[in-house]
């Protein structure tokens, strides 16, 4: 299937943690995303990479650390997590940078404990 | 910096009814104008996207409307059914600096 997948799709940790989550797209999109939809369900972008290279970085703690090791592949590492952390972040990726036929994954549920 | 509001936030009605979601953005300069749905738990779906120089798109019983010069987009869904109720998010994309999302609306049509 084409798509962009996520994993895991829930996590659960304790406060302190380092976590990882995982974002691949196999439709040969050039830019990925990062958002993240807060209690509210107020969705806000926090990285865009565009063939690797770091485009947007969006006001984000610097415990949110995103890495592309290709242009398929978009990963979210935080640190030491908090409380507030606690969210969905779905991945997204679209063509090129203007942002035309997007496509979201269906998140991953993080809840900090 | 761009702002997305949408009204209403919530909205319910009977089956069958057309209705429209209404759509504003303070900053003119959007590149193109998105409007996708969401349902509990799921992703994004994109429904319509309106480049900045159009000014409507169709698919099926959905159409969109843009003026730049208001500030403002609409979403009319004609003759709703029950598979309709979701979250509708509009989202306007400027350049390159990704999409700026309003909070939504919150649909439930009666079946």
């Known amino acids: 299937d084409t798509a962009v997948s996520q994993t895991p799709k829930y996590l659960v940790t304790q406060m302190g943690n380092d976590k990882s989550i995982k974002c691949e797209q196999n439709?040969?999109?050039?830019?990925m995303y990062w958002y993240k939809q807060d209690s509210k369900k107020f969705l806000k972008i926090m990285f865009s990479y565009n063939n690797k290279e770091l485009i947007i970085n969006e006001t984000v703690p610097n415990r949110f650390s995103p890495k592309s090791p290709d242009k398929a592949h978009l990963n979210l590492h935080i640190n030491s997590l908090e409380l507030g952390d606690s969210a969905v972040y779905f991945c997204?990726?679209?063509?090129?940078?203007?942002?035309?036929?997007?496509?979201f994954g269906s998140g991953t549920r993080l809840t900090v404990v | 910096k761009q702002e997305v509001t949408q009204i209403p936030a919530a909205l319910s009605v009977p089956e069958g009814e057309n209705l429209v979601l209404n759509c504003s953005f303070t900053?003119?300069?959007?590149?193109?104008l998105q409007w996708f749905r969401q349902d509990p738990g799921k992703g994004l779906t994109s429904l319509l996207l309106i480049q900045s120089s159009q000014r409507e798109q169709t698919s099926g019983r959905l159409n969109a409307s843009l003026d730049k010069s208001s500030g403002r987009s609409t979403l009319y869904i004609a003759a709703s059914q029950p598979g309709d109720s979701a979250t509708y998010l509009c989202?306007?994309?400027?350049?390159?600096?990704?999409?700026?999302f309003g909070k939504g609306t919150h649909l439930i049509i009666q079946p």
């Open positions: 439709l040969g999109h050039d830019t």
């Open positions: 900053d003119s300069a959007i590149y193109n």
């Open positions: 997204a990726s679209s063509p090129g940078r203007g942002g035309y036929g997007y496509t």
């Open positions: 989202a306007g994309q400027g350049g390159a600096d990704g999409l700026t």
